[in-house]
């Protein structure tokens, strides 16, 4: 298995376009979670499912965010239209069982100008 | 919000030393976990402590737990420059939710 993998590793976009981060996440997993890495703020949780279902969203900034799993095997994370205090690492990470680790993926660093 | 808050924010000690780093948390939890980050990557797990245990050891890696005053450290020891690295406790929080909320850190550097 090669672990979670998120995709790109890098993006950098202008304000206002639309930003899709992609996670596949490790197989035989039953949770997802998407976190957001920062100097500030640390890592916050924006939002987790399980088994495919979104569980609690409550960590989502704003309307702007959203996000869906339309199976077991992909995630996306999407931010429309993109603003630059959205300029973050966004970390896709999963769980093979309740009271388990995270697997993490390596992240994708957002930038945006 | 943060639950657990880590102390110090930042360490640095040479190569052979032990370092200790503490976690403080606000509320009831299931289990307390550390994880370490290194620049430019994801966060791995390193070790976790469930609410009714007092310590774990893991190779160079020694954790206490005391639910008493809601506080975790973790020890490691005789440290290497490859230590270097951040490093988060991560608590799950009583209630079946399987949120993890996340410390800020401690960034240790081991000098050669």
């Not at chain 2, 880590?6 to 509320?27: F, H, R, V």
């Not at chain 2, 976790?48 to 020694?62: D, M, T, V």
């Not at chain 2, 939710?97 to 960034?107: A, I, N, P």
Request: hydrophobic share 30%; proline share 5%; net charge neutral.
């Amino acid at each position: 298995d090669a672990g979670v993998i998120q995709s790109p590793r890098h993006e950098v976009t202008e304000m206002g376009q639309e930003v899709t981060l992609r996670c596949k996440p490790i197989s035989g997993h039953n949770s997802l979670f998407w976190y957001r890495q920062t100097m500030m703020r640390g890592l916050e949780l924006l939002i987790y499912f399980n088994n495919n279902v979104p569980i609690d969203d409550s960590g989502m900034p704003e309307d702007r965010f959203s996000a869906k799993m339309p199976n077991a095997s992909f995630s996306t994370l999407k931010i429309q239209p993109s603003e630059p205090r959205d300029s973050a690492v966004y970390f896709c990470a999963t769980t093979t069982a309740p009271d388990s680790p995270l697997h993490f993926g390596n992240g994708t660093r957002l930038t945006v100008t | 919000s943060q639950q657990g808050e880590e102390d110090p924010q930042a360490l640095s000690i040479q190569e052979g030393e032990n370092a200790t780093m503490n976690c403080s948390y606000k509320t009831s939890i299931n289990n307390l976990q550390w994880y370490r980050q290194n620049s430019g990557r994801g966060l791995v797990h390193l070790i976790l402590i469930r609410s009714n245990e007092r310590e774990k050891h893991s190779g160079r890696l020694r954790v206490t737990l005391d639910t008493s005053k809601k506080s975790s450290s973790l020890l490691i020891t005789a440290s290497r420059a490859a230590d270097t690295a951040s490093y988060f406790c991560a608590t799950e929080p009583q209630g079946g939710s399987e949120k993890l909320v996340f410390g800020k850190g401690t960034k240790l550097t081991v000098n050669p």
